[in-house]
């Protein structure tokens, strides 16, 4: 069973800046895309940012500039730098990555969250 553990959430002010990390752990062949979404209170949970296995990266308009994605596939870890944090990026942050099993199916794996709390 593969598992994505993330880290590195917390309370942090306007202006700030906080790095998420997502480590995959568990018998798997390879992941594929990963990926970070969030999902502030009321609202529906939506893509941050995701990278491929080659590095192909994609953003959300509203952390573009900001935000940063990269992963280590040595490590199975994909990391999230956010700077120049708002308030509206107070959300739980989830990670998410579409795994090959070593039986050849692919698994869409999440984590339980992390949360993130920007201070005005």
């Known amino acids: 069973q593969v598992q994505l553990v993330e880290s590195g959430g917390g309370l942090v002010q306007t202006g700030g800046s906080l790095k998420l990390s997502c480590a995959a752990s568990g018998i798997l062949f390879e992941l594929y895309t990963m990926g970070w979404y969030r999902q502030a209170p009321g609202k529906e949970r939506e893509l941050v940012a995701d990278i491929t296995r080659g590095d192909s990266s994609n953003y959300a308009d509203s952390v573009k500039g900001r935000f940063t994605i990269s992963r280590d596939n040595a490590k199975n870890t994909v990391y999230l730098q956010m700077n120049s944090l708002k308030p509206e990026d107070t959300a739980v942050y989830y990670c998410?990555?579409?795994?090959?099993?070593?039986?050849?199916?692919?698994?869409?794996?999440w984590g339980k969250g992390t949360l993130v709390t920007v201070s005005s």
């Open positions: 998410n990555a579409v795994v090959v099993l070593i039986s050849g199916n692919f698994a869409n794996v």
